[in-house]
């Protein structure tokens, strides 16, 4: 099983920073692309940032120059450095891998192009 725990919400003021982590443990071989979503209250889930294996980034429009991705492929981990918080960036923060390379039910064989959530961390951005 593949389990992605999410960590680092909280509370901060407008302009405010907070740096969220996201560790994908399990009997993972690789993994394509990481990223980090986010869902307000009544919206739906939006893409914030991804990025590959390999290091190439995109973002969404309304988090450019304030939001930075970053991973380490070794350890399996994906972090989301966030600046000039408002309160529209108030949201449950969810990370995604997907691309993911697992291992089967006999441990070996590999199981290909498996997408994967995490339960979520609060950012509340509020004065």
């Known amino acids: 099983q593949v389990q992605l725990v999410e960590s680092g919400g909280g509370l901060v003021q407008p302009g405010g920073s907070l740096r969220l982590s996201c560790l994908a443990s399990?009997?993972?071989?690789?993994?394509?692309?990481m990223g980090w979503y986010r869902q307000a209250p009544g919206k739906q889930r939006e893409l914030l940032a991804r990025?590959?294996?390999?290091?190439?980034?995109d973002y969404r429009e309304s988090v450019k120059g304030r939001f930075t991705i970053s991973r380490d492929n070794d350890k399996n981990t994906v972090d989301l450095q966030m600046n000039s918080l408002q309160p529209e960036d108030t949201a449950v923060y969810y990370c995604?891998?997907?691309?993911?390379?697992?291992?089967?039910?006999?441990?070996?064989?590999?199981?290909?192009?498996?997408?994967?959530w995490g339960n979520g961390t609060l950012v509340t951005v509020s004065s």
């Open positions: 995604n891998t997907d691309g993911t390379v697992v291992a089967g039910p006999d441990g070996d064989t590999p199981i290909y192009d498996m997408t994967y």
């Open positions: 990025m590959t294996y390999d290091g190439n980034a």
């Open positions: 399990g009997s993972i071989f690789s993994i394509y692309r």
